[in-house]
């Protein structure tokens, strides 16, 4: 079974039918120096300042008494430092940028070793998330592989012919964006290159509110995710959170999706993987990249 999805994931990859979904647990292949749980981040928040005892061990909560009361300001030079350390891109990042056919890759976590990993490549860019307690009235943030922004979005910028009439549409990007080959699409901020972070809880209710409606989801996200399969690689769906941001992006997607989870799921992640139809592979992630390195080269040999 885990052979034949394996050759499954590769075969659409060769098609670019496939959108990867990274999470924390991708830093965990290699020494990165930075945060690779929530929980090791909100312990590197909390040791530099004092928090009550019940949101020690929750991020979001933890990140929101730092705001309102030591300033937003905080909050943030707090989670820049945090990412701060110049580790580079693992095995799996590489080969993710090295395939020829990457639409589109969404990376929930703050770190830029994904930006790194796509820096040799042409013509991308990348869609933050942006707080609304820094960026009032704008949701996601555009920016050239350099680093520096693209203008505000333009009206009109997904054809008419590749999104559903009733598919809201609330998240326009610039045109110089909506043509990017590939597009890195960090939902929650990242560190580089502007320190957009998405963390605390008035953030997340904040996109809560208005992601049913697909409000936050870029206009180009919508667009590309359009009858594709998705792969979560160290993902978790064990918190409400992680469930409802994951089944908003892969909305209108296409039916049949992968998760790499080798520990056993919680009840509630089961009954998500069930609802989305995503088959779990129980590899180790070591295991999967290098089944997956495996199952991409029978494909080039194959083409």
């Known amino acids: 079974m885990t052979v034949e999805a394996l050759s499954d994931i590769a075969a659409s990859f060769a098609e670019g039918r496939v959108i990867p979904y990274l999470g924390s647990g991708v830093l965990t292949l290699g020494d990165t120096g930075v ?21 020690r061990s929750n991020l979001t909560g933890a990140a929101q008494y730092i705001e309102n009361f ?30 020829p056919s990457l639409p589109l890759l969404v990376h929930a976590w703050y770190d830029d070793l994904p930006q790194k990993a796509l820096a040799g490549r042409a013509n991308w860019g990348m869609v933050q998330g942006l707080s609304q307690a820094e960026h009032h009235g ?65 953030d997340f209710v904040e996109v809560l ?5 697909q409000t936050p989801i870029p206009q180009p996200v919508q667009a590309i995710r359009r009858d594709k399969h998705f792969l979560f690689v160290g993902c978790r769906f064990d918190s409400q ?39 779990r592979l129980e590899l180790p992630l070591p295991k999967f990249v290098a089944g997956l390195a495996d199952a991409l080269q029978g494909q080039t040999l194959t083409a």
């Open 241 to 279: 959170l992680d469930r409802a941001f994951a089944r908003q992006i892969m909305k209108r997607s296409s039916d049949r999706h992968w998760a790499v989870l080798p520990d056993t799921p919680t009840r509630n992640e089961q009954r998500f993987l069930d609802e989305q139809n995503i088959t």
């Open 70 to 99: 030591k300033h937003r300001k905080t909050l943030t030079a707090m989670m820049t430092e945090a990412f701060r350390a110049s580790a580079r891109p693992n095995e799996l990042h590489r080969m993710l940028a090295a395939l």
């Open 138 to 202: 704008r949701w996601v943030g555009c920016y050239r592989p350099d680093g520096s922004e693209v203008a505000d979005a333009e009206p009109s910028i997904v054809a008419d012919e590749l999104v559903p009439q009733d598919m809201p549409l609330y998240s326009p990007v610039p045109n110089e964006a909506a043509a990017w080959s590939t597009l890195l699409y960090q939902p929650l901020g990242s560190v580089a290159p502007a320190a957009n972070f998405i963390v605390s809880d008035s």
């Open 35 to 55: 945060p690779t749980s929530p929980l090791e981040l909100v312990a590197k928040l909390t040791a530099r300042t004092t928090v009550p005892h019940k949101v």
């Open 209 to 213: 509110t208005e992601i049913d409606i």
